[in-house]
T-cell receptor
Framework: AQTVTQSQPEMSVQEAETVTLSCTYD???????LFWYKQPPSRQMILVIR??????QNATENRFSVNFQKAAKSFSLKISDSQLGDAAMYFC??????????????FGTGTLLAVQP | DTGVSQDPRHKITKRGQNVTFRCDPI?????LYWYRQTLGQGPEFLTY????????KSRLLSDRFSAERPKGSFSTLEIQRTEQGDSAMYLC????????????FGEGSWLTVV
């Protein structure tokens, strides 16, 4: 069974600084997707960034980038130039990619990020 | 694109009562998902529809839970004979068919069973 582990329940970063959130996963599949979702308090979950497992290049979206280590089954999120609006719960998630699959997301337990002014 | 909408946003009910939540997905999306999220945890998959067909149900979905998507558009999630352990946020999400397509979430429906 696939599992996703986030070992940092809480993290804190100073505004304008850089922070890295960790995620490891376990799967026997070779083709899959990995995601980071952001869930602000009482707000809906939104996609931050996604990575296809077959791509060696790490995904980047503006201030957000990932370090994808397929052999180590590691998928960390780096937030550069942190802003107050980045404060939220961040979830790492996994999804099988082959056709006909459920496409259900498997989530980690989340990392609560606080941004200090 | 109005996003995924859920109703009601909050529901307080007495133990033993039935509750129903509604989800309206993004209009062109044919896949719809229900998840449950408790405090301090990540969302857990409950069930999934492709059009009107319910294709997968989690073991978490006991026989007190039922979900429908009668016309392949909106969906309802009903919980019968609610228990305190059902207190959680129920998230709906939708996506277009295709394994690479992004899953979009609604704001969730909070259920408190007293």
């Amino acid at each position: 069974a696939q599992t996703v582990t986030q070992s940092q329940p809480e993290m804190s970063v100073q505004e304008a600084e850089t922070v890295t959130l960790s995620c490891t996963y376990d799967t026997s599949e070779s083709d899959y997707y990995l995601f980071w979702y952001k869930q602000p308090p009482s707000r809906q979950m939104i996609l931050v960034i996604r990575q296809e497992a077959y791509k060696q290049q790490n995904a980047t979206e503006n201030r957000f980038s990932v370090n994808f280590q397929k052999a180590a089954k590691s998928f960390s999120l780096k937030i550069s130039d942190s802003q107050l609006g980045d404060a939220a719960m961040y979830f790492c998630a996994y999804r099988i990619s082959y056709g006909g699959a459920t496409n259900k997301l498997i989530f980690g337990t989340g990392t609560l990020l606080a941004v200090q002014p | 694109d109005t996003g995924v909408s859920q109703d009601p946003r909050h529901k307080i009910t007495k133990r033993g009562q039935n509750v129903t939540f509604r989800c309206d997905p993004i209009s062109e999306h044919n896949r719809l998902y229900w998840y449950r999220q408790t405090l301090g945890q990540g969302p857990e998959f409950l069930t999934y529809f492709q059009n009107e067909a319910q294709l997968e149900k989690s073991r978490l979905l006991s026989d007190r839970f039922s979900a429908e998507r009668p016309k392949g558009s909106f969906s309802t999630l009903e919980i019968q004979r609610t228990e305190q352990g059902d207190s959680a946020m129920y998230l709906c999400a939708s996506s277009q068919q295709g394994s690479g397509n992004t899953i979009y979430f609604g704001e969730g429906s909070w259920l408190t069973v007293v």
